[in-house]
């Protein structure tokens, strides 16, 4: 029976049940203080400006939603930055 494949690491190599155990292993062994360090994980999201940011949820119908995703495939860009330029040139206009 083949052994069975749950991915691969960064690397490559493939995650078995038996990399699985040998690392379970270690694990339980415990590791040394400072051993495991803490690993940046990335840049992630590029910042929006100076000030800090506030995230807010809004309730679309889906013809809507819908036609936000045909304009934000258009432009190349996110739905989230089409309704932030529709509610700012929507502000200016009041």
Do not use: N, W
């Amino acid at each position: 029976m083949p052994e069975r494949v749950y991915g691969h690491t960064k690397s490559g190599e493939l995650i078995t049940d038996q990399m699985i155990e040998e690392l379970a292993e270690e694990a339980e062994r415990g590791y040394e203080s400072g051993q495991l360090r803490s690993r940046r994980r990335g840049p992630g999201r590029p910042p929006m400006g100076e000030a800090a940011k506030a995230v807010d949820s809004v309730r679309l119908e889906p013809t809507l939603r819908a036609a936000a995703a045909q304009r934000a495939e258009e432009e190349g860009t996110t739905v989230s930055e089409v309704i932030r330029r529709a509610l700012r040139e929507y502000l200016r206009s009041a």
